[in-house]
């Protein structure tokens, strides 16, 4: 390199520098990880806030790169999408996680529903119904174990559109819950006509729901909406026994969290499930 100046215009380029360097790294570690198998899918326990007994699981991916660690989604998934490496990601997180059901519903491990979460750009796909039935097919999978997760923000984009696709996919047997619900807007008008079973509450109004009266207030609203429309509530989030004892008394009745167990890989998972819950 030359002079290395010390003005301003400089800096801001080697910073700018800096991040598509990691950017462009990142994007071939995601390439080579599609390429050499290195996506793998966690699954994170959702459990009764009465019972505190496992009712399903949420699948989760990650990449773990030989030499360089696991790399969390909330990195990748960004980057996937913008690139459209997104669409093979989503496909093989589906197809390993119908594959991991399939066995442990046949071996009587688990019952109940897993939870994939979908991209905005796999949403859109025009044929995403067909893909979807296609994979559950070749695995060998029930619709009717899948339940789908979309965010409230993908989804009101486009309701309307979303309202078909949605239809299409629930035709079909699949489950949908919206996720990450409270953080964009919804409009009640189109809530009421979303073919969609279950509410996924935001980790940030669970965070501070026992110190935030606004939060609790919130979260309790959310939970008796919800229950007037008919779905299922869950908490995203919970990591303490106060937030699940608040819930609970707020009628909200299923959860996730590190209270109950981390995203954990399959092998573990399976060992986690088969521990009965202490009373
Ligand atoms: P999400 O769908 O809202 O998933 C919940 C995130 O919260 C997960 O992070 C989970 O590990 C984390 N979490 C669960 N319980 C707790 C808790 O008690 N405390 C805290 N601090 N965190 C908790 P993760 O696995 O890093 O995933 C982040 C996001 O990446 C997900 O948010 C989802 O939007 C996206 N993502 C993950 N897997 C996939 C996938 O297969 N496909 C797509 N399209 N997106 C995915
Ligand atoms: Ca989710
Ligand atoms: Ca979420
Ligand atoms: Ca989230």
């Not at 699954?43 to 969390?72: C, M, N, W």
Request: net charge negative; proline share 4%; charged share 25%.
């Amino acid at each position: 390199a030359k002079s290395r100046g010390g003005n301003g215009y400089q800096f801001f380029n080697e910073s700018m520098n800096k991040n598509a360097v990691r950017r462009l790294q990142l994007e071939n570690q995601l390439r080579q990880a599609l390429r050499n198998n290195h996506l793998q899918v966690h699954y994170q326990p959702k459990v009764s806030l009465k019972t505190h007994q496992f009712v399903g699981l949420e699948a989760l991916v990650r990449l773990d790169i030989p030499g360089v660690g696991i790399i969390s989604p909330a990195e990748f998934i960004p980057l996937a999408e913008e690139t459209g490496l997104i669409i093979d990601v989503g496909e093989r997180v589906l197809r390993q996680t119908c594959r991991d059901m399939r066995e442990w519903v046949a071996s009587g491990a688990v019952d109940g529903r897993v939870a994939v979460n979908l991209s905005a750009k796999q949403f859109l796909q025009p044929d995403l119904t067909q893909r979807i039935m296609n994979i559950l097919d070749e695995e060998g999978l029930d619709p009717k174990c899948l339940e789908l997760e979309i965010t409230e923000g993908v989804v009101m984009e486009d309701p309307e559109r979303a309202i078909q696709i949605m239809t299409e996919l629930h035709f079909c047997g699949i489950h949908l819950a919206l996720d990450d619900f409270g953080t964009g807007y919804s409009s009640l008008a189109y809530l009421k006509r979303f073919p969609i079973q279950t509410l996924k509450i935001d980790k940030a109004f669970i965070d501070d729901i026992n110190g935030a009266e606004r939060d609790r207030n919130m979260v309790a609203s959310i939970v008796a909406m919800a229950h007037n429309l008919g779905l299922d509530v869950v908490a995203e989030g919970v990591v303490n026994a106060a937030q699940a004892s608040t819930l609970h008394h707020l009628n909200c009745e299923f959860a996730q969290g590190f209270l109950f167990a981390q995203p954990l890989k399959r092998d573990q998972f399976l060992a986690h499930i088969k521990t009965p819950v202490k009373k």
